[in-house]
Protein backbone atom coordinates (compact mmCIF):
# COMPACT_ATOMS: atom_id res chain seq x y z
CA UNK A 1 0.00 0.00 0.00
CA UNK A 2 1.31 3.46 -0.87
CA UNK A 3 1.33 4.93 2.35
CA UNK A 4 2.50 8.66 0.78
CA UNK A 5 -0.78 10.11 2.48
CA UNK A 6 -0.36 8.95 5.86
CA UNK A 7 2.91 10.67 6.42
CA UNK A 8 3.54 14.39 7.35
CA UNK A 9 6.58 16.02 5.76
CA UNK A 10 8.68 18.92 6.10
CA UNK A 11 9.51 21.91 3.27
CA UNK A 12 12.83 19.59 2.41
CA UNK A 13 10.51 16.31 1.96
CA UNK A 14 11.75 14.52 4.67
CA UNK A 15 9.49 12.71 6.82
CA UNK A 16 8.26 14.25 10.15
CA UNK A 17 5.39 11.61 11.34
CA UNK A 18 2.29 9.77 10.30
CA UNK A 19 -1.25 9.53 12.19
CA UNK A 20 -2.94 6.54 13.34
CA UNK A 21 -1.97 3.17 14.67
CA UNK A 22 -0.23 2.39 10.71
CA UNK A 23 3.66 0.95 10.92
CA UNK A 24 4.99 2.87 8.50
CA UNK A 25 8.01 0.90 6.24
CA UNK A 26 11.26 2.64 6.20
CA UNK A 27 14.80 2.16 4.22
CA UNK A 28 17.80 3.78 6.72
CA UNK A 29 21.06 3.78 5.16
CA UNK A 30 24.18 4.10 7.21
CA UNK A 31 26.85 5.63 5.75
CA UNK A 32 30.44 4.77 5.62
CA UNK A 33 30.04 1.47 7.16
CA UNK A 34 32.19 -1.92 6.30
CA UNK A 35 34.59 0.28 3.69
CA UNK A 36 37.87 0.17 3.60
CA UNK A 37 37.88 -2.45 6.88
CA UNK A 38 36.68 0.59 8.97
CA UNK A 39 33.41 1.04 11.04
CA UNK A 40 32.94 -2.52 10.89
CA UNK A 41 29.43 -4.15 11.53
CA UNK A 42 28.33 -7.74 11.23
CA UNK A 43 24.50 -7.13 9.34
CA UNK A 44 23.36 -9.84 12.11
CA UNK A 45 24.25 -7.65 14.64
CA UNK A 46 22.83 -4.44 12.88
CA UNK A 47 19.32 -6.36 12.84
CA UNK A 48 19.69 -7.49 16.41
CA UNK A 49 20.66 -3.41 17.34
CA UNK A 50 17.40 -2.59 15.24
CA UNK A 51 14.98 -4.86 17.25
CA UNK A 52 16.50 -3.69 20.33
CA UNK A 53 15.34 -0.18 19.43
CA UNK A 54 10.99 -1.86 19.05
CA UNK A 55 11.30 -1.86 15.23
CA UNK A 56 9.78 -5.02 13.13
CA UNK A 57 9.70 -6.85 10.28
CA UNK A 58 13.90 -5.48 10.06
CA UNK A 59 15.90 -6.81 7.05
CA UNK A 60 19.51 -5.89 5.91
CA UNK A 61 20.52 -6.00 2.69
CA UNK A 62 24.41 -6.75 1.71
CA UNK A 63 26.85 -5.33 3.79
CA UNK A 64 27.10 -1.76 3.23
CA UNK A 65 24.53 -0.67 5.77
CA UNK A 66 21.18 -0.93 4.14
CA UNK A 67 18.24 -1.45 6.79
CA UNK A 68 14.56 -1.68 6.34
CA UNK A 69 11.62 -1.92 8.95
CA UNK A 70 8.61 -1.06 10.42
CA UNK A 71 7.99 1.62 13.14
CA UNK A 72 5.24 2.25 15.34
CA UNK A 73 7.01 5.52 16.67
CA UNK A 74 4.79 8.62 15.44
CA UNK A 75 7.57 11.34 15.64
CA UNK A 76 9.65 9.88 12.39
CA UNK A 77 12.16 13.20 12.58
CA UNK A 78 13.56 11.85 15.98
CA UNK A 79 14.32 8.74 14.70
CA UNK A 80 17.77 9.05 13.12
CA UNK A 81 19.57 10.61 15.85
CA UNK A 82 17.59 7.55 17.91
CA UNK A 83 19.52 5.10 15.81
CA UNK A 84 22.85 6.72 15.26
CA UNK A 85 22.97 7.27 19.38
CA UNK A 86 22.47 3.32 19.46
CA UNK A 87 24.96 2.20 16.85
CA UNK A 88 27.42 4.53 19.05
CA UNK A 89 26.84 2.76 21.74
CA UNK A 90 26.97 -0.66 20.50
CA UNK A 91 30.05 0.16 17.97
CA UNK A 92 31.61 2.55 18.87
CA UNK A 93 31.77 4.90 16.29
CA UNK A 94 29.05 7.17 14.81
CA UNK A 95 27.73 7.11 11.17
CA UNK A 96 25.24 9.27 9.66
CA UNK A 97 21.34 7.66 9.09
CA UNK A 98 19.65 8.59 6.21
CA UNK A 99 15.86 8.00 6.07
CA UNK A 100 13.60 7.16 3.54
CA UNK A 101 10.12 5.70 2.85
CA UNK A 102 9.41 3.41 -0.20
CA UNK A 103 7.37 6.10 -1.65
CA UNK A 104 10.65 8.48 -1.92
CA UNK A 105 12.98 5.47 -3.55
CA UNK A 106 9.68 5.06 -6.39
CA UNK A 107 10.36 8.82 -7.09
CA UNK A 108 14.11 8.34 -7.27
CA UNK A 109 13.34 5.46 -9.69
CA UNK A 110 11.24 7.44 -11.73
CA UNK A 111 12.81 10.39 -11.99
CA UNK A 112 16.51 9.03 -13.13
CA UNK A 113 17.78 10.82 -15.60
CA UNK A 114 19.45 8.28 -17.42
CA UNK A 115 17.20 6.23 -17.78
CA UNK A 116 16.36 6.57 -21.12
CA UNK A 117 20.04 6.33 -21.92
CA UNK A 118 20.93 3.29 -24.63
CA UNK A 119 22.87 1.02 -23.27
CA UNK A 120 23.08 2.63 -19.55
CA UNK A 121 25.39 0.57 -17.24
CA UNK A 122 23.87 0.53 -13.89
CA UNK A 123 26.99 -0.16 -11.99
CA UNK A 124 28.20 3.18 -12.83
CA UNK A 125 25.48 5.20 -11.60
CA UNK A 126 24.96 5.83 -7.86
CA UNK A 127 22.33 7.64 -5.83
CA UNK A 128 23.54 10.04 -3.24
CA UNK A 129 21.00 10.02 -0.80
CA UNK A 130 21.07 13.73 1.16
CA UNK A 131 20.39 14.17 4.62
CA UNK A 132 18.97 17.77 3.58
CA UNK A 133 17.69 19.51 0.62
CA UNK A 134 21.01 21.86 0.30
CA UNK A 135 19.12 24.56 -1.30
CA UNK A 136 19.44 26.26 -5.09
CA UNK A 137 22.50 28.16 -4.30
CA UNK A 138 24.40 25.23 -3.34
CA UNK A 139 23.06 23.45 -6.43
CA UNK A 140 24.25 25.89 -8.67
CA UNK A 141 27.75 25.69 -7.19
CA UNK A 142 27.57 21.91 -7.29
CA UNK A 143 26.82 21.96 -11.32
CA UNK A 144 29.38 24.61 -11.78
CA UNK A 145 32.28 22.03 -11.04
CA UNK A 146 33.90 21.03 -14.14
CA UNK A 147 33.97 17.11 -13.48
CA UNK A 148 33.45 15.96 -17.46
CA UNK A 149 32.88 13.04 -18.14
CA UNK A 150 31.22 12.62 -14.89
CA UNK A 151 27.21 13.79 -15.19
CA UNK A 152 25.60 15.35 -12.46
CA UNK A 153 21.80 15.55 -11.69
CA UNK A 154 20.22 16.66 -8.78
CA UNK A 155 16.75 16.22 -7.60
CA UNK A 156 15.64 17.47 -3.98
CA UNK A 157 17.78 15.39 -1.76
CA UNK A 158 19.13 13.08 -4.71
CA UNK A 159 21.82 13.64 -6.81
CA UNK A 160 22.05 10.82 -9.93
CA UNK A 161 26.15 10.83 -10.58
CA UNK A 162 26.56 8.86 -13.64
CA UNK A 163 30.98 7.75 -13.59
CA UNK A 164 31.44 7.07 -17.34
CA UNK A 165 34.70 5.86 -16.90
CA UNK A 166 33.75 4.08 -13.98
CA UNK A 167 33.76 4.84 -9.96
CA UNK A 168 37.60 3.69 -9.16
CA UNK A 169 39.05 7.11 -9.58
CA UNK A 170 36.14 10.18 -10.00
CA UNK A 171 37.30 13.44 -10.54
CA UNK A 172 33.73 14.59 -7.94
CA UNK A 173 34.35 13.30 -5.16
CA UNK A 174 32.13 12.37 -2.80
CA UNK A 175 33.70 14.63 -0.04
CA UNK A 176 33.90 17.64 -2.49
CA UNK A 177 29.87 16.99 -3.58
CA UNK A 178 29.58 17.30 0.51
CA UNK A 179 31.60 20.27 0.96
CA UNK A 180 29.96 22.07 -1.77
CA UNK A 181 26.24 21.65 -0.54
CA UNK A 182 27.20 21.33 2.89
CA UNK A 183 24.94 18.56 3.56
CA UNK A 184 26.33 15.34 4.41
CA UNK A 185 24.88 12.00 2.29
CA UNK A 186 25.73 8.37 1.54
CA UNK A 187 25.70 6.63 -1.69
CA UNK A 188 24.04 3.86 -3.30
CA UNK A 189 24.16 1.72 -6.83
CA UNK A 190 21.57 1.75 -9.13
CA UNK A 191 20.94 -1.96 -8.50
CA UNK A 192 21.34 -1.70 -4.96
CA UNK A 193 18.20 1.82 -4.74
CA UNK A 194 16.06 -1.17 -6.87
CA UNK A 195 16.60 -3.76 -4.91
CA UNK A 196 15.51 -1.87 -1.78
CA UNK A 197 12.54 -0.86 -2.92
CA UNK A 198 11.67 -4.17 -4.08
CA UNK A 199 12.65 -5.49 -0.38
CA UNK A 200 10.41 -2.83 1.03
CA UNK A 201 7.21 -3.15 -0.95
CA UNK A 202 7.05 -6.69 0.22
CA UNK A 203 6.99 -5.26 3.59
CA UNK A 204 5.24 -2.79 2.97
Known amino acids: MDQLPLLSRDREG ?8 YMPVLISLLRGVNVGGHHKVKMEDLRSL ?36 AIERACGFHSDVILRAP ?19 PSRLAIHFLAADPGA ?7 AIQA ?46 RKLLELAEKLE
Open 50 to 85: YESLGFDGVQTYINSGNVIFRTAARDLARLPKRIED
Open 137 to 143: SARQQLL
Open 148 to 193: APEEVHIGGRELYIYYTNGMARPKLSLPLVEKTLQTSGTSRNWNTV
Open 103 to 121: VDLRGVIERNPFAARPAMD
Open 14 to 21: AVLSYPGP
